[in-house]
């Protein structure tokens, strides 16, 4: 499932798109002004993509990141 939200959800609603980023394992899309603004992910989402890119690129790439 897709998880978009505006902006102001993240500001007055924070617990429920958590929990929805989490439960769903996948990144949340906010939208500011009806475009897309920023990914919102939980740290084990992120650090899933940072290893990936990292096993593509060479472990140089997790010095200060991880």
Do not use: C, W
Not at 11 to 29: D, M
Not at 33 to 58: C, F, I, K, P
């Amino acid at each position: 499932m897709i998880n978009i939200y505006p902006v102001s959800d993240l500001r007055n609603s924070y617990p429920k798109v958590e929990a929805a980023v989490k439960e769903s394992g996948s990144p949340a899309f906010l939208t500011k002004n009806g475009h897309g603004s920023m990914v919102l992910m939980s740290l084990e989402q992120y650090e899933v993509m940072v290893r990936a890119v990292a096993t593509v690129n060479g472990n140089a790439i997790l010095d200060g990141i991880i």
